[in-house]
């Protein structure tokens, strides 16, 4: 599945964007602490940008009742 996904951004896509936790990946991270918070915490990145910059991160604030993300 990665390869396929690899392929695809690698000849087809302009933008692709990816939906995080905030601080995934830092020590001491804890991923079902992230979860249980409401709102969460959320990174939309610019994972691959054909006309422009990549790794850019906006913050968003994710109320998972309502499905509703609201930029900090």
Do not use: H, W
Not at 28 to 47: C, H, S, Y
Request: proline share 3%; charged share 30%; no cysteine.
């Amino acid at each position: 599945m990665g390869e396929k996904i690899e392929i695809i951004s690698k000849f087809y896509l302009s933008l692709f964007i990816g939906l995080q936790l905030k601080g995934i990946g830092d020590k001491g991270f804890d991923i079902n602490q992230a979860k249980m918070k409401n709102p969460r915490d959320i990174e939309l990145v610019i994972l691959k940008n054909r006309n422009g910059a990549t790794g850019k991160k906006i913050t968003f604030e994710y109320y998972p009742f309502f499905n509703y993300f609201k930029e900090v």
